[in-house]
Every structure is written in structure tokens, then in C-alpha cells.
């Protein structure tokens, strides 16, 4: 039986099919101009719609990852990226679209999290991903957390700072605000008293440029509290950290690795940190587990969720 993951972006769309442990097709498509979710959506049938002919073969489960955000009703209430989608009825548009099999969604980095987490070998982890904003999620007993239909687990607007620097969401002091690839580079632009590009930062940073030094600091320092009060409340065994920007500058794992050491309390160590393993394929190797998850698929474990 196949089972089919698709990581929907806002430039393009990414397919992964397997059966049993063998991943049977990878494709993408990129989206066209920008006019309504319902042309959008009539262009991911038509892929499909290609793929089935591909395969020959009935899909057994099918797991989406969504950037934007989606409600308990399965509409879509917010999405940046693509705003003409906001109240789309994602829920039956998919059922319609794959009526044979289990479906379900989740947020992009609930997804990424759970790929890195089945990666890794380790079923109770944190995953951040530090990009232009940043995401992650949180797998616990092997299935993410808080779990489907309930939300996404958006560290990123989590508050580290009160009364900090705003936020694209409205409130200030969140995580995104002062760690994401964007805000370090202003605060090392502010440091330095010009601007910096993200090519400056790196090359600063092999010379230990004080201004580069102290910008990434700040962000490793918001990095740690995020990570840290996560392990307060859920204890997951390790944490992982990922995304464009922290692939490109692989002095922040350590540093933020230091920052947990010393937010440690007597009595606790600090999470295990470590840089994530999947890279950009992350979101759709998540897809794909969700996909085995909903349809009970072999080497899967833990709670089985319910399809949307």
C-alpha cells in the first residue's frame, strides 16, 4: 500500500510516495500566479491526478504539511505567503481529492519534527528551526504534540522577552522576534552601526568580530530560554535545531548549547543539543510519517492519532 506525503510551500508543492520502507516517487511542482485558492488547489489535483496514473495504485494514507495556519474546522485562517487562501476549506477539498484514503494535516513544523524525531531514533524531542521566522515542534511518545486537530506547537511565539522587540504576529518580546535569521541580523547591524548581510555575519564570525560574536549571543541566549522552558514543562529526551539560517551558521548550536548550561537549575541537566539531520526535506519526510501514522503503518509507534 502507498503512502503519500506533500510538503505544500508558498513557492511550490513537494510529493514523496513510499511502500513498505521504499520511497517509489519524488516530484514538485511550483505554483502559478498568484489568483485564488481554488485555481491553486485545481493545480495540486492535476499533479495528483498524474501521480495516480503513475502508481497504478490505490493510496492507502495520505499526510499534508501546511505552513499556514489551519483551524479545528480544517479552514485555513491565516497563511502570509498566500494570503488568498485564508478561509479555504482545506478538510473536504482534500477528502474530495483522495476519497479511498486516510487523510490528514499538520503544520509544517510539527511535521519536521516528527521526521527529524523518527531520524533520529528518538521519540520524545524538541525541533527548532531557525529560518526567516521560525518554527519546530514537539514529538512526545513517538506522535506530535499537542496532537492533530489541536493546533501547532508554535514555539516561535513564545514569549522570551517581555516588553521586547514587536513581532509580525502583534505582540512583542516572542522568540521569532529576536532569534529568527532576520532578527539577528538586524541586532548585528545594530552592533555594528551598518548594515549586515547574512554573507557578512558568517565571515565576521570566523574573525570573532565582537559585533558578530554578541549578535549571535543574543540569539543563542533567546534559543536556550525557549529550549529550556520546554524541558521544564514536558522533558523531551534531546533537542534538535535546524533551519536555513542555523545551517549556515554552525557556531549556534554550541552557543546555544553553553546558554542551556547555564540556565540549568541544581538537580536538572541541560537537554542534549544537537544540529537536525534532514535539512529542507524535513516538512515532507514529516508528511509521509503522518501519512503512516494515520494508516497505522509498519515501524510506527505510539498513540495512533485520528485522520482528519
Not at 505567503?81 to 479555504?88: H, I
Not at 476519497?99 to 521519540?123: I, M, Y
Not at 521569532?176 to 564570525?205: H, N, W
Not at 558578530?212 to 525557549?226: C, F, M, P, W
Request: some cysteine.
Amino acid at each position: 500500500m502507498y503512502h503519500l506525503g506533500i510538503d505544500v510551500g508558498g513557492t511550490k508543492v513537494a510529493f514523496r510516495v513510499e511502500t513498505g520502507s521504499e520511497c517509489v516517487e519524488e516530484s514538485t511542482f511550483r505554483w502559478g500566479p498568484r489568483h485564488s485558492a481554488e485555481e491553486d488547489f485545481a493545480r495540486l489535483a492535476g499533479h495528483v491526478a498524474g501521480l495516480r496514473d503513475r502508481l497504478g495504485a490505490p493510496l492507502e494514507a495520505v499526510g499534508v504539511a501546511m505552513p499556514g495556519t489551519v483551524g479545528p474546522d480544517g479552514r485555513v485562517a491565516a497563511w502570509p505567503s498566500r494570503p488568498e487562501w485564508t478561509g479555504f476549506d482545506l478538510g473536504p477539498a482534500l477528502r474530495t481529492l483522495f476519497p479511498e484514503a486516510a487523510v490528514a494535516w499538520a503544520d509544517d513544523g510539527d511535521l519536521g519534527a516528527l521526521a527529524e524525531a523518527r531520524a533520529s531514533g528518538c521519540e520524545n524531542l524538541l525541533y527548532l528551526g531557525v529560518g526567516t521566522g521560525i518554527g519546530g515542534g514537539l514529538v512526545l511518545g513517538g506522535v506530535p504534540c499537542p496532537g492533530l486537530g489541536r493546533g501547532s506547537f508554535e514555539i516561535g511565539h513564545v514569549i522570551v522577552e517581555l516588553g521586547g522587540e514587536p513581532c509580525v504576529c502583534g505582540r512583542r518580546g516572542c522568540l521569532q522576534a529576536l532569534a529568527s535569521g532576520p532578527a539577528t541580523l538586524r541586532r548585528a547591524g545594530s552592533l555594528r552601526g551598518a548594515d549586515v548581510t547574512f554573507d557578512d555575519l558568517r565571515e565576521a564570525l570566523r574573525g570573532e568580530e565582537p559585533w558578530a560574536t554578541g549578535a549571535i549571543d543574543g540569539t543563542a541566549r533567546a534559543l536556550a530560554a525557549a529550549v529550556t522552558g520546554v524541558q521544564e514543562l514536558v522533558h523531551p529526551e534531546r533537542a534538535l535545531i535546524g533551519g536555513g539560517f542555523a545551517a549556515g551558521i554552525p557556531e549556534l548550536v554550541g552557543r546555544v548549547a553553553e546558554h542551556l548550561h547555564g540556565l540549568a537549575r541544581p538537580g536538572q541537566a541541560p537537554l542534549p543539543l544537537a544540529p537536525a539531520a534532514l535539512g529542507g526535506l524535513s516538512s515532507l519526510r514529516g508528511a509521509v510519517s503522518l501519512a503512516r501514522l494515520i494508516a497505522g503503518g509498519p515501524g510506527e509507534s505510539g498513540e495512533r492519532p485520528q485522520p482528519s
